[in-house]
């Protein structure tokens, strides 16, 4: 099973400010890497496909990127709504697996 | 508007049986793989199994192999998840989330998910 190692598990942050989630995939898994984000007792959204297209409906300050088997979420201006938990996942092959989660949390 | 709505939820004693159903709507539902997808209380998200469009292929996850089976009624623009031999690390929230065309599309359009608790 590929693994996928998320990092970091908490992060607090401010209104305004830029942030990085980074996901490391345990083998190749090409450009097939998405961002979900889920707010609790709620469903997760999809934010990223394929490691950088953005989902319709889906904030700007939104991007994806990857270096290798390293891949990071970034949100380029925190707004209040955006306090959440993110998660990645590759969808290269089964079983898909996600990362822990980044639960981001409001300095 | 696309709409997933899951029932069959509910209690279960470890080594029972459940049906779990999904409403599709709002979108061509025989075009779409679809999937479950569980979390376990303060847990993460655990992918469960897949079905092609027409229903030919489908996938599991390991821990639930042999256990449980994932069917659609295309017709009927319905997906059903039957799970028998219950264990307590089957509780959690199950959702039925709808993929693309393909095994490798992302998932797009996620239930509100119902609870299943094993547990006597």
């Known amino acids: 099973d590929i693994q996928m190692t998320q990092s970091p598990s908490s992060l607090s942050a401010s209104v305004g400010d830029r942030v990085t989630i980074t996901c490391r995939a345990s083998?190749?898994?090409?450009?097939?890497l998405n961002w979900y984000q889920q707010k609790p007792g709620k469903a997760p959204k999809l934010l990223i496909y394929?490691?950088?297209s953005l989902q319709s409906g889906v904030p700007s300050r939104f991007s994806g990127s990857a270096s290798g088997t390293d891949f990071t979420l970034t949100i380029s201006s925190l707004q209040p709504e955006d306090f959440a938990t993110y998660c990645c996942?590759?969808?290269?092959?089964?079983?898909?697996?996600f990362g822990q989660g980044t639960k981001l949390e409001i300095k | 508007e696309v709409q997933l709505v899951e029932s069959g939820g509910g209690l279960v004693q470890p080594g029972g049986s459940l049906r779990l159903s999904c409403a599709a709507s709002?979108?061509?539902?025989?075009?779409?793989?679809i999937h479950w997808v569980r979390q376990a209380p303060g847990k993460g998200l655990v992918w469960v199994s897949r079905?092609?469009?027409?229903?030919?292929?489908?996938s599991y996850a390991d821990s639930v192999k042999g256990r449980f089976i994932i069917s659609r009624d295309n017709a009927q623009n319905a997906l059903y998840l039957q799970m028998t031999s219950l264990r307590a690390e089957d509780t959690a929230v199950y959702y039925c989330?709808?993929?693309?065309?393909?095994?490798?599309?992302?998932?797009?359009?996620w239930g509100q998910g119902t609870l299943v608790t094993v547990s006597s």
């Open positions: 996942q590759q969808s290269y092959s089964i079983p898909y697996t």
């Open positions: 079905i092609n469009s027409d229903g030919s292929t489908t």
């Open positions: 989330v709808r993929g693309g065309g393909s095994g490798r599309s992302p998932f797009d359009n």
């Open positions: 083998q190749s898994i090409s450009n097939y």
């Open positions: 709002g979108f061509t539902f025989s075009t779409y793989w």
């Open positions: 394929t490691t950088s």
